[in-house]
Structures are given as structure tokens and as C-alpha cells.
């Protein structure tokens, strides 16, 4: 087989669509029992375009999850603006997926990816055949019927991602969904999942502290700030797709972007060390 190409010539036909997801100026605070306040969220600007696929990255207890709460529509939004497809969150199909897969241990493999095609009464026979095309897309046809406990550590998390795919989801929300795994898993997933988002381009936000996944996987990369969170850079990322992964890591300008986002960490790091933390 032919390795693809490494070019800079990005693909930005995703920035010219739409934004589908827009939060502008989110705050969020919490007031503990003595009354205390802390500021989770400080202004959180940002805005998905259709079919894009964005990272955020940021040091732990920025708010990233809490973002991605926001933007499912879990949380109430107290302060800003959170739209998606240009209505209060909660409406559209989103699709959510964690680092811990959450696969039922007492329910086969398919019933476990069924199940939210159940809840939402589809016919069995319907469910079975769409599950079974899922799993194969993912590398596990022929695994139906096993139980969550006689899979791999990755061949459960690819269960969780067809679980999360299988309602075809318009906007894919991620959190940390391979930072469990080890390093050889973790980019045979990165893969599977790049080849799913080539073949579907479905607009998609992930939560990581991997900066080389972000820039493996997206078309850009936002930074968020530390606590209170808000994006305090974005970085693009041009480079053609499909990516070769095996080569993405010595190319130059992967190298570059990897240096540029630690920088913005570590300035960010050290600008919450002299104070702006507790
Ligand atoms: N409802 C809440 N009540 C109290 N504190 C909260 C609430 N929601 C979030 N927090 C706090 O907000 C901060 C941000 O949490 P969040 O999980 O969003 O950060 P994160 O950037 O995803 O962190 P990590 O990278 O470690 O997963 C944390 O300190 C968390 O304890």
C-alpha cells in the first residue's frame, strides 16, 4: 500500500462552513458551603465549524471538561452564550465518549453498542445489523457476542467508540477517550479513529493532554489558559490528510507546532506560578 503524502497543504475546507458549535463569553463559577467562590470558567470563546475536527489542550483543572459539559448541554449555562446548529445545547445529536469505555459487564459486546439505538426503539433486527457493521468498521467483527470482560483494554475502548458512533452523531465529543491506554494501543486508535473522521468527517471536539494527538488528529488546536479556563491560543494545523502517523512525528512542521503549543503551556504554567493560582 502506498504511504500518503506529507504536505502542507492543509485541508480548510471545514473552516469555510458554518459554525455548528458557538459558546461565546462562557462563565461558570461554584460557591462552596462557607460561600466561597471560584471562577471555573473566565470568558470562554470558541466556534466549530461543520465537519471540522478541534483539540483542546490545557493543564489539568483548566475546565476543559467542564467545557465539554456546557456544549452537551449537562450543565446549565449561568453566564455567555452555548449554541449548537444555533439553538440552546441539547437538541442536536452529539455523541460523548470517555476515557473509561462504561460498557455494561453482564451485556454482550453488540448488545452493549445497541443500546442506545434501543432506548430509542429501533427494531431488533435493525440494531443488530447496524451494530454489526459498526464493530467491523472498528476492527472487531466476530467479537459480538463476547462479553466486555474477555476483550483487551483497546478492544473495549473501540466497543465504547462504536457505542458512541453507532447513533451517527453530528458533533462527536471527547474526553481523554484514549488516555488510559498504552502508547503502541493509543496511536493504533488514533488511527482507527482518523480513518472513521476521514471516511465521515463529522464535526468533532477532543479533550487531551497529548499534544501529539492533537496535532496527529485535528485541524486545530486550541489552548485553554489555566483556571479560570478560556482559550488563550489557537494553533492550526496544516498538514494533508489522510496523515501517515508512522511519519507525522519527524516532520518539521509537527515539530514545530509541538514546540509552539508547549511554549504557550509553559508560559501559561509559570504565569500561574507567580500568582494568578492559589
Ligand atoms: N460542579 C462543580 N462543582 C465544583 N467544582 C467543579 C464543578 N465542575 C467543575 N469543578 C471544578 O472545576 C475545575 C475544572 O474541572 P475540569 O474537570 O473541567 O478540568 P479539566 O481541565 O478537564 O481537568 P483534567 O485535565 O484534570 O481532566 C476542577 O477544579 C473541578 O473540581
Redesign the pocket.
Known amino acids: 500500500m502506498t504511504k500518503p503524502a506529507l504536505s502542507l497543504a492543509a485541508d480548510r475546507d471545514s473552516r469555510e462552513r458554518p459554525a455548528i458549535v458557538t459558546v461565546e463569553s462562557l462563565r461558570f463559577a ?1 460557591t462552596d458551603r462557607r460561600g466561597r467562590r ?1 471562577d ?1 470558567l473566565g470568558g470562554v470563546d470558541l466556534a466549530l465549524s461543520d465537519g471540522e475536527f478541534v483539540s483542546i489542550v ?1 493543564p ?8 465539554l459539559n456546557f456544549i452537551s448541554g449537562l450543565l446549565p449555562v449561568q453566564a455567555g452564550r452555548v449554541e449548537v446548529f444555533g439553538k440552546p445545547p441539547g437538541s442536536g445529536r452529539v455523541g460523548f465518549m470517555f476515557q473509561s469505555h462504561g460498557l455494561m459487564p453482564w451485556r454482550t459486546i453488540s448488545a452493549n453498542v445497541e443500546l442506545g439505538l434501543e432506548i430509542a426503539g429501533t427494531p431488533r433486527a435493525e440494531r443488530r445489523e447496524r451494530a454489526g457493521a459498526m464493530l467491523a468498521e472498528m476492527g472487531l467483527r466476530g467479537f459480538e457476542d463476547h462479553f466486555p470482560g474477555e476483550l483487551s483494554g483497546g478492544m473495549r475502548q473501540r466497543a465504547a467508540l462504536a457505542r458512541t458512533l453507532i447513533a451517527d452523531p453530528d458533533i462527536i465529543l471527547m474526553d ?1 477517550p484514549f488516555g488510559a491506554l498504552d502508547a503502541q494501543t493509543k496511536v493504533f486508535m488514533q488511527e482507527l479513529f482518523a480513518r472513521y473522521w476521514n471516511n465521515h468527517r463529522k464535526t468533532v471536539l477532543f ?1 487531551t ?1 497529548d499534544l501529539s494527538e492533537a496535532i496527529a488528529l485535528s485541524d486545530r488546536v486550541l489552548v ?1 489558559g489555566a ?1 479560570p ?1 478560556r482559550i488563550i491560543a489557537e494553533h492550526d494545523v496544516p498538514l494533508a490528510r489522510p496523515r501517515d502517523f508512522d511519519r507525522l512525528r519527524s516532520h518539521t512542521l509537527f515539530n514545530d507546532l509541538y514546540e509552539r503549543i508547549w511554549a504557550d503551556l509553559r508560559r501559561e504554567a509559570s504565569a500561574g506560578m507567580r500568582g494568578r493560582e492559589p
Do not use: Y
Open positions: 461554584v471560584t471555573i490545557g489539568s483543572g483548566c475546565g476543559k471538561s467542564t467545557l481523554e479533550v493532554h485553554m483556571r479556563g
